[in-house]
């Protein structure tokens, strides 16, 4: 998996952002161990409850194709802002079940701000299924 790659096509699905409210846009993107991509971007609404994230919108895609957390290689996350947008409290509980620990969380901005991460350190402690056995 190429960084330069993957971001760009993040960057690319931040395009499609519906953002009438916030006015910050995120994009996501993930690549499957077979080269597919998915993206996604944040779609805003109203009743801000309705609101779906990027990263979520992009793996879900990727779930909805048939694919599963271990055909995943990585996921970018990208935004316009000061900061690296990194996965809301929701976000990283989804994505502390469907990625797995270690897989590669690229986070970015268009000023060139970047880190690498994975859900593992994003979200230690991990509510998960094992809780509910």
Do not use: W
């Amino acid at each position: 998996m190429e960084q330069k790659i993957l971001l760009e096509h993040a960057f690319k699905a931040m395009e499609n952002a519906y953002a009438p409210y916030s006015h910050f846009r995120v994009g996501a993107c993930v690549v499957m161990k077979d080269g597919t991509y998915f993206y996604g971007a944040n779609i805003e609404n109203a009743s801000f409850g309705g609101t779906n994230c990027g990263e979520r919108s992009a793996v879900f895609a990727a779930y909805s194709n048939g694919y599963r957390k271990d055909d995943i290689e990585a996921l970018a996350i990208v935004s316009e802002g000061h900061r690296l947008a990194a996965p809301c409290g929701i976000c990283r509980q989804v994505l502390s079940e469907l990625l797995n620990q270690k897989t590669p969380i690229l986070l970015a901005t268009k000023s060139g701000l970047f880190k690498e991460t994975n859900i593992e350190e994003l979200l230690p402690m991990q509510f998960n299924g094992d809780d509910l056995a």
